[in-house]
């Protein structure tokens, strides 16, 4: 599976995004979004997953401000983001995987990752 994140680019604080993830094929159940601020660790922003049922979850610091989506038939994940702050300024990756679920928000567990695509949100 070969991920491609894109729509990542310059916007002013308050203002919104989406981020683009198209996927070659759907063979994964965990479709994330984590972040990379600069100098930092790389972490969780939101994931779909779906075993017995579909589950969404959202990092606390994005909670009310980013939606997580997934076109099935379009093999798309998309992240629309929201009142944007300048904290939200980091790299973004989407990723794929089979987690379990005590591991959905970690990167060890998801397998594959796409290029990432810069969002800088300016004061």
């Known amino acids: 599976v070969q991920l491609q994140a894109s729509g990542g680019g310059l916007v002013q604080a308050g203002g919104s995004l989406r981020l683009t993830c198209a996927a070659s094929?759907?063979?994964?159940?965990?479709y994330g979004w984590f972040r990379q601020p600069p100098g930092k660790e790389r972490e969780f922003v939101a994931a779909?997953?779906?075993?017995?049922?579909?589950?969404?979850y959202y990092g606390d610091s994005v909670k009310g401000r980013f939606t997580i989506s997934r076109d099935n038939a379009k093999n798309t994940l998309y992240l629309e983001m929201t009142s944007l702050k300048p904290e939200d300024t980091a790299v973004y990756f989407c990723?794929?995987?089979?987690?379990?679920?005590?591991?959905?928000?970690?990167?060890?567990?998801?397998?594959?990752w796409g290029q990432g695509t810069q969002v800088t949100v300016s004061s």
């Open positions: 094929e759907r063979t994964f159940r965990s």
């Open positions: 990723a794929a995987g089979n987690p379990i679920i005590t591991y959905v928000s970690a990167t060890e567990g998801y397998s594959t």
């Open positions: 779909i997953v779906s075993y017995s049922s579909r589950k969404i």
